[in-house]
T-cell receptor
Framework: DAKTTQPPSMDCAEGRAANLPCNHS???????VYWYRQIHSQGPQYIIH???NNETNEMASLIITEDRKSSTLILPHATLRDTAVYYC??????????????FGQGTTLQVKP | NAGVTQTPKFRILKIGQSMTLQCAQD?????MYWYRQDPGMGLKLIYY???????DKGEVPNGYNVSRSTTEDFPLRLELAAPSQTSVYFC??????????????????FGPGTRLTVL
């Protein structure tokens, strides 16, 4: 699975959009980009995933560059409850492997009032 | 559905003691996983299981054992606790797609964690 690079920390004002970047320059054609987050002391929570098209769900939007070497998770209106560590993970699609997730150190997002 | 449940929430062990961390899921998921998370770090995979009776090692299996006698339960055993095993332990489960291959919609559901301290 491709390695990802994320900034260690970011701040965001409450009510503003939070844009979390992720580099995955060695991503291959059959690897999806997944985002999970971990609110303090809780188990990680799935947010969104995508292959090459931009994706949106009730939690967030995912923008993937055309060359797929980087992506951005967007929380459109960040709230204090969005303060968490955000993990960007790439994962092979359609593989008969274990489906295990490889977690890096993630980005700690601090939403401030 | 309760999702993924873990017991206990907290535990303190002395060096050399043994214990079992319990994990159960009620979503009929084939795949189950044990991760550990050290302070300030991401999660690391200890063991995983692709179905009842089948288990395999992850990145950091030393000092741990697992079993999977039912689809619902996946206990993690520490035989001789060491201070290096002080960590937060998370259990997770996920589905398996058609023909045994993961689809893009597979996500892992995590339990609330067990905080273990070995003194």
């Amino acid at each position: 699975d491709a390695k990802t690079t994320q900034p260690p920390s970011m701040d965001c004002a409450e009510g503003r959009a939070a844009n979390l970047p992720c580099n995955h320059s060695t991503i291959s054609g059959n690897e999806y980009v997944y985002w999970y987050r971990q609110i303090h002391s809780q188990g990680p929570q799935y947010i969104i995933h995508g292959l090459k098209n931009n994706e949106t769900n009730e939690m967030a939007s995912l923008i993937i560059t055309e060359d797929r070497k980087s992506s951005t998770l967007i929380l459109p209106h960040a709230t204090l409850r969005d303060t968490a560590v955000y993990y960007c993970i790439v994962r092979v699609y359609g593989s008969s492997n274990t489906g295990k997730l490889i977690f890096g150190q993630g980005t700690t997002l601090q939403v401030k009032p | 559905n309760a999702g993924v449940t873990q017991t206990p929430k907290f535990r303190i062990l002395k060096i050399g003691q043994s214990m079992t961390l319990q994990c159960a899921q009620d979503m009929n998921h084939n795949y189950m996983y044990w991760y550990r998370q050290d302070p300030g770090m991401g999660l690391k995979l200890i063991y995983y299981s692709v179905g009842a009776g089948i288990t395999d090692k992850g990145e950091v299996p030393n000092g741990y054992n697992v079993s999977r006698s039912t689809t619902e339960d996946f206990p993690l055993r520490l035989e001789l606790a060491a201070p290096s095993q002080t960590s937060v332990y998370f259990c997770a489960s996920s589905t398996k797609g058609l023909a045994g291959k993961f689809t893009s919609t597979d996500t892992q559901y995590f339990g609330p964690g067990t905080r273990l301290t070995v003194l």
